[in-house]
């Protein structure tokens, strides 16, 4: 089997479990408990802390650790844009791109829906950027948040965060990146990034499911979206992940932290994947931009057949990729971020996505275009009945 779907989800690592072992066995103390054991865990949570600080470019002060990457979107969209309007009434709207995960959007809906908030959607191009003009004209004096994702994750288009986050900031508005997708392949240090909230996710990199950090800038205001006993100096209550955090501060730092290191190799080998796709597949389109991109993602639409068809041929010949997003998958509805490309119901409807980790060879990758060649002729010969 070749695993081309990374960016839904990456086995873990062994050195990230051999890492966390100790503190799913010997040493599974409460990092708030008052004897040994909880001594031992709350030192592992420090040392994560850190390490995942160093990653980022931050004081381990402005880490918290979550189960995840949409509790971290969660708790920047909803806890920063709450504690400030609650700190000055009049900032009672948001912005994000129109190419967000559901994490950033559904959050930002809610706000909306249950706070009264007003929402600002900035479009994108048709490669899914969004431009400096684009969010500048979207930007109010009420405007209490900007979120805007720092690269895709359908079709791995990268923003230029750095220019964007300035732009907000200029303004005096707080902003937040999803950088999901980003770490590993992108830099990740917070300073030049110049944002003032990040999320990542640990089982996009390496660790296992249900772990992930937000990046909270010193003193920006944070209103918790969970309430419990007070852990992570009261901004995220429960009792705290030792293993989890531990295990993405290890996955953090193999990846290379704020300089990823496997990018360059990955990037020229999906080059090559991206060429003999679109040489080799009559009307073949590549979806998102042709080179800010991540190194990790090719994408595609397949005019003429189904993704999910394309998607299933594949299989059959041992090639693991997705139609889309994996939270789109199963919806017979084209994905939204396609279709805020401009790209038409009938084509998103083709798409299928590459994503891949980085051990990734030029072999499986001959392989998978191969693979690719074969399954959309042969949906495509089976004709429209055939795949609908
Ligand atoms: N944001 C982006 C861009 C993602 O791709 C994902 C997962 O697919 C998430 C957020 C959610 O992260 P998690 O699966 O850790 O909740």
Redesign the pocket.
Known sequence: MIFLDA???TPVRREVLEAMWPYLTGEFGNASSHHSLGDAAATALAGARAATAKALGCRPGEVIFT???????NLAVKGIALARRAAEPRLDRVVISAV?????EESARYLERVHGFALDVVPVDSYGRVTEEALAAALRPETALVSI?????EVGTVQPIARLAALARSRGIPFHT????GAGWLPLDTTVLGVDAL?I????LGAP????ALFVRGRTRLEPVIHGGGQERGRRSGTENVAGAVALATALTLAGGTRPVPAARVESLRDDFIRSVLSGVPGAVLTGHPSQRLPSVASFCFPGTSGESVLLELERQGVICSSG???AAGSDEPSPVLLALGIEPAVAQTAVRFSFDSTVTAAELQEAAAAVRTAVGSVRALGPTGWQ
């Not at 994702?149 to 994750?153: I, S, T, V």
């Not at 499911?209 to 992930?212: E, I, L, W």
């Open positions: 960016a839904a989800t189960s995840g990457g949409t509790e971290a979107d967000e995960h559901p994490a950033v994702m720092y690269a895709n994750n999803d950088a999901v997708q999320s996710s640990g089982h996009k499911k249900g772990n992930g997003s994996a939270c």
